[in-house]
């Protein structure tokens, strides 16, 4: 059964032109979403940089509320939760964002940003019972109890990342949107906080939505990937598989550019030409078609539906079915 259950998702922003005027158009920023999450598994959503993911991401949590669609969440719909109900919920669901420094209160010591956590939701009921768990929650993930006196400016980037980290911790969720948790940091700290991240899950049996621009980082964590462009999911499946043969045109160009150790594998690397459309005016059919170097004049009016290819696999390309994707690859190779 789904601890997490995504159903049709749309997030739109209204651009205003003057705040006395109504919106007259719309930053269609997530759009017809769906998916599951098991307890326990990390799925990883990838897709360059404004594609939607962090507005999908913050929608999970609720920080975001969605414009339509379900999200549901050990049964409970949250889309439909009002603000004061989801308090109780909120401590099942956390999130670690991507700048560790914009997160943390610059004004409260460590030890009062993660207490703050602990004190929101009833968890420590004496002062001695919350300067043990955050000095507990300090020294699990890496840190000195001791530096729950110091303040976040203190700290290093990795370190800084471990707090948001212990804060997340502190209220016991069941599952961490993980925002970006290591784009920020140097590619030597990196590896040790996905590390850190990995052995909290196995420790915890936590659940990760994973969202990354970093396809080899996806592939080394997750057991399913969501590939996103423009607000919609065009890819999805078990990440070893999409990985290995790629069904999507923008996968095949996002993962031609990973960098491969396996001198055998023939590596032709996609440039993909032209920016990312802007959500405001998507492009009409596919809204890869102005980028996509396999687009037919059909791409240009004809919506593709996210289909099922093969087993647990999906695609969104009109191109894309048990006979189009053989003759596809063959042409890409
Ligand atoms: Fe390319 Fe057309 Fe497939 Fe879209 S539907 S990815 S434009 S081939």
Redesign the pocket.
Known sequence: MSLLSVRSLSIRFPVHRGWWRAPSRFVHAVDDVSFDLAAGETVGLVGESGCGKTTLGRAVVRLIAPTAGAIEFGGIDLASLKPGQLRPVRRRLQMIFQDPFGSLNPCLTVGQIIGEALDIHGLARTRTARRARVGALLDHVGLAPADARRYPREFSGGQRQRIGIARALAVEPELIVCDEPVSALDVSVQAQVVNLLHDLQREHGLAYLFIAHDLALIEHLSRRILVMYLGRVVEAGDTKAVCRAPA???TQALLSAVPRLDPSANQRRIVLTGEVPSPITPPSG?R??PR?P???PR?RHAV?ALGEISSGRWAA???VGAGNRMAMLECLV
């Open positions: 999507h045109p923008y596919c890869f078609h996509c396999m687009a037919e791409c593709p390309c009109h191109l």
